[in-house]
Structure formats: C-alpha cells, structure tokens
C-alpha cells in the first residue's frame, strides 16, 4: 500500500482479481465518477435520445415549415442574438471601461450595478411588465400626467415588445458581462498605458493599441458564450410578453412551450433539431476553448 | 509644521480638466444607476403603497406601509393562501439541489483531476457539452423524460432537473480548481499510509472548501431562480415553487399586483443577501473561471 501513487502507468501492485488492470486509486475514480454518469444517461441522454426519437418523422418538418410562427420565431431568435447580443456587449465594454476607474462612488455605484444580476429575474421582469401595462402601468400614467394623451398599447406591438424583451434581456445580464470584462481590463498591465501615456496616445489610441489587442479573445468568447445562453432566454420573453401579441414575439426557447399547448411535441423536438446547426458551431467552439 | 503640510493635497482646487472627467464620469455614472434601479425601485414602490396609492404614478407613497407584508405573511388572498408552504418547497428544493451538485460534481472533479481515472476526460467533454445546451432546449424532452419516468408533479423531478443543469458547470470549476492544487500533497499523503478515500476526506475536501462554497452557492442561487423546469414539471398548488406561483398571479386581469410585488421582493431578497454576503467567493470562484482568456 505504501509503494502506490497515484500517478496511471506507475507499476503499482494489482488489486482485487477482478480489475486487475487498475491500480485502487483507479478503481476508487470509476467509483465517484458513478453519480455523475448516472445522471448523465437518465437526465441528458435519455431525453436527448427520446427527443430526437420523437422529432423522426419528415412530416414534423414540413408541419413545422408551414408554420408561420416558427418562421417569425426564428427571424426573432436571429434578431435577439445579432442586435441584442452585440448591443449588450459593446455596453458592457463600454462600462467596464467606466467601472474600473478609481472613485469611490463608482465602488459604490458597482455594489447597486450588480443587483439585477443578483436577485431572480421573475419579480422584475413582472414588475417592467405592469410598468407598461397601457392602463394602469406607471409609464403611461406619466404620459398621461405630461401630455394629457394616453400611451401607446406597448407590449401589444410586436415589435415594441420584442424591442422590451431586448431590454429586459440587457438588463438581467449586462452586470455580469461587464464584471468580466472588467476583469480583463484590470488583467492588463499598468506600465502599457503609462508607456502610452509618456508617448503621448489620446484615449482612442490607449483603446486601439493598448486594452483592445488584450481583450479581443475574452471579448469574442464573452460574446458567442452569452450567444449559447441567450438561445435558452425563456424568462425575458415569455414572462414579459407571453410569446404575444398573436404569438409573434416568440423565440425558439418559448416555442417548446407554445408546441406542448398544442399537444405537438414532435414540432417542439423539430424545431430544436432545427435550430442545431446554429448551435453545435458555438458549442464546438466553446469547448475547443474551455477543455484545454 | 507638519499637520498644514499634510492637509495640502486635499485642499488643492480641482483643475479644469479634472472637473470635466469628473462631470463626463457623472453622465455615465447617474444614467447606469436609474437605468439598473428603475424595475427594482418600481417593485419596492408596490411592496410599500396601498393599493389606491400604488397605481397614482408617485415616486414616494403618500402613506408607504408594511401592509401588504402582513397581508402576505397571513396568506389573506385567494392567490397567496400556500404562500408558506411555497417558500419552503423552494428552500428545500434549492438546497437539496445544492447538496446533490455539490456531492456529484466533488466526486467526478476528483476522480477526473486527481485520481486520473480512464476516460475522465470524456466525461469532462460531455458534461462541457451538456453545459452548453441551451437549458430551454432540453426542458422539452426533459418534461416527457419525467413523465416516462413517473416523476412528474414530484419535487424529485424538478431536483434531479436542477442538478443536471447545475452540476457541468459545477464540475468543470471544481476541477480546474483542483488542477491548481499541488500533486506533491496527494503522494505525501499516500507516502504516509492515506487510503483514497483518506486522502479524499482528510486533504482534498479542506483545500477545496472555498471553490465548494462557490458552487454550492451557484447551484443553490440557480435553483431557487428556476423558472421554466419548476412551471414545467410541479403543477399542483402546495407543490409549486414560488417564482412559479408569481408567474400564476398573471392569470386573472384583475391580480393583486401590489400583492404581487411585494411577495416577488420577498422571494428576491435570499438570493441577493446570499450574493452579497458570498460575493467574495462568487467573484474568485466563478466570475474568473467563466470565461478564460
């Protein structure tokens, strides 16, 4: 017992008859990778598996192609990612540019900054819906105060409301986005910008030839990483707007649920499958750069 | 004549330029606070007006009370009567689902980072796979697994929903934390007669507490969080979690909004005062392992 380690291929003693090409540190590894196995085959594969299984018939897809809501689905998945996406990112580096200043209120104005990624997203997106709540709501109660004119009818104008769940979307996850970025700028060396600095740079060329270079990578990753978590955003548009007006603001994360009220689960499983080839390049990406 | 020496730099009028940094950080600044304060305020604004006061459009209510609180915590409406036994399910569920991830992830980062076993990588790479699955696009066939399951309408199906999501990202922290620790410990330890499970307990599991703190706290905050699998999977009312039940108030137009507000301010405060509390942990032990560079 003493003689083993715990690196492979050392020639320990061979333990128990039945493994005899494992050493016990091994063994004892198959062991507690069990759990995790387990609930890997019954809670990914199985229902993996089970949903590809049920999205097998061509005629799902034709069903699913005469769709006009899958159709309005995906152009709004497409809008979501391209614009909110890149708006949300630019913000963010934009801020963390901003919060990593020394300034003692801009400590505390980061504490407050964090909130909306700090408490659970169903309260304040409920409490931006009944914000615009067109009778009630306390935008066009403003409105009314100012212009004597009533609001518009907001979450009921597809656009204006894909535009909300846009915003809301931004909202949740821009902290957490700008906090890593910040973390990227703080990464950078001080003596780059006094180098720059003592050359004379003014602050677009501090930011084009001295922060950029170093956070493009974490930049890009940030960007396609909120990309992949952002095609599984079901709060910030079913929670705000319900898929509606008419169904037309649903993206792929809602239209599952949208398919399991109509009792058609092959459409929901068909319009995932749909949506593969768009995620398996990210997630392919992610990996290459996470599993190093 | 010391002290006036000292004193000098504070009593320095600001120059020009300063001022104008100072003012354009202030145009950035003042938007940023109204901009993430605004639907939160909004909420505590509801939480704390009667309900003829809260639709009157005010920044402050005339006469803010603790009403609705009370009115809350006796369960006095039709759409909070399970109120308590709400809140609990989610506290259950969320620390059951905490102490599960937290059990399965420590075991697999350990058996992949230190005991090498055969095919750890593998599991690493799936499990990555997994955590890049949209969590939406997997509560589909999640919810008919359940069902074939028999689980359905269980606190177990949303439990074992929640560690499935959580614990990936929970094992690839845990092992790129253990990386980091020296393997020298581990054959010392073994040099001195430690079994494996001897040296999991008694030099593994001390050294890791701060990351398990942080994904204890994650899978913890995500569960409570859950929306989507929670209004999926449970459906009877004393089984529902309670941003599930928020969710209900949206059925009758005539809710209760002030009601409303008030119970989703309680339900968000666990979470933020956790966040705050641990946020040390959080940042070290999250935020810098999300995204390397």
């Not at chain 1, 019954?42 to 899958?70: E, K, M, Q, T």
């Not at chain 1, 973390?183 to 001295?210: C, M, P, T, Y």
């Not at chain 2, 009567?81 to 689902?97: G, T």
């Not at chain 2, 937290?102 to 230190?114: E, G, N, Q, W, Y």
Request: hydrophobic share 55%; aromatic share 14%.
């Amino acid at each position: 017992m003493t003689t083993m380690t715990l690196s492979p291929g050392n020639a320990a003693v061979p333990r128990g008859p039945l493994w005899p090409r494992f050493t016990t540190p091994q063994v004892w590894g198959m062991v507690l990778l069990v759990p995790y196995v387990l609930v890997f085959l019954a809670f990914v594969v199985y229902p993996v598996g089970y949903g590809l299984w049920l999205a097998r018939h061509p005629a799902s897809y034709v069903a699913l192609y005469n769709d006009p809501i899958f159709a309005r689905a995906a152009v709004n998945t497409l809008i979501f990612l391209l614009v909110g996406i890149n708006l949300k990112m630019l913000v963010a580096l934009f801020l963390s540019g901003f919060f990593v200043q020394s300034r003692s209120w801009i400590r505390w104005l980061s504490v407050l900054f964090i909130l909306p990624w700090a408490v659970p997203s169903i309260p304040t997106i409920l409490s931006v819906r009944f914000m615009f709540n067109p009778e009630w709501g306390v935008v066009n109660n403003l409105i009314f105060k100012f212009t004597g004119e009533d609001g518009p009818n907001w979450l009921n104008d597809p656009s204006v409301a894909l535009t909300m769940a846009i915003l809301m979307h931004i909202w949740k996850s821009l902290p957490f986005w700008t906090l890593i970025l910040m973390s990227g700028r703080l990464a950078i060396s001080q003596d780059l910008f006094e180098a720059a600095e003592v050359d004379g740079a003014s602050f677009w060329q501090k930011f084009r030839f001295v922060t950029w270079p170093s956070m493009q990578t974490l930049y890009l990753t940030c960007t396609l990483l909120s990309m992949i978590f952002t095609l599984g955003d079901f709060n910030s548009v079913y929670l705000l707007t319900g898929g509606g007006p008419a169904d037309l603001t649903h993206v792929l994360a809602t239209l599952g649920i949208r398919y399991i009220r109509l009792d058609r689960l092959d459409l929901a499983m068909a319009s995932i499958v749909c949506a593969l080839p768009l995620v398996l390049p990210l997630v392919y990406f992610m990996m290459k750069r996470l599993s190093r | 004549m010391r002290l006036p020496a000292l004193r000098m730099p504070a009593l320095r009028r600001p120059t020009w330029r300063e001022v104008g940094t100072e003012a354009r950080l202030l145009l950035i600044g003042i938007p940023v606070l109204v901009w993430t304060l605004i639907p939160i305020y909004h909420m505590f604004l509801f939480a704390i007006s009667p309900k003829q006061d809260a639709f009157a459009g005010k920044l402050w209510p005339d006469h803010p009370s603790l009403n609705n609180f009370r009115i809350v915590f006796n369960q006095q409406h039709y759409f909070l009567r399970d109120f308590w036994i709400q809140f609990w399910n989610s506290a259950v569920i969320a620390l059951a689902v905490g102490a599960l991830t937290l059990f399965v992830a420590t075991a697999a980062a350990f058996a992949i980072s230190r005991l090498r076993v055969p095919g750890g990588r593998w599991v690493m790479n799936l499990a990555l796979f997994t955590y890049f699955i949209p969590a939406a696009f997997l509560a589909v066939p999640m919810y008919r697994t359940m069902g074939n399951y028999g689980l359905l309408n269980n606190h177990w199906s949303l439990i074992l929903a929640m560690v499935t999501i959580a614990s990936p990202y929970a094992i690839w922290v845990l092992k790129q934390a253990s990386d980091k620790l020296p393997f020298e410990l581990d054959e010392a330890a073994v040099m001195d007669g430690a079994t494996t499970l001897q040296l999991f307990r008694l030099v593994y599991l001390p050294l890791m507490m701060p990351s398990m703190v942080a994904v204890g706290i994650y899978a913890i905050l995500l569960a409570w969080n859950e929306y989507l699998y929670a209004f999926l999977l449970l459906s009877r009312d004393t089984e529902l979690t309670l941003p599930v039940a928020l969710g209900n108030f949206l059925a009758a137009d005539d809710s209760p909004w002030e009601l409303l507000m008030t119970t989703g301010f309680i339900y968000a405060l666990p979470p933020a005062a956790i966040y705050y509390v641990f946020k040390r942990y959080m940042v070290g032990g999250l935020t810098a392992g999300a995204v390397k560079s």
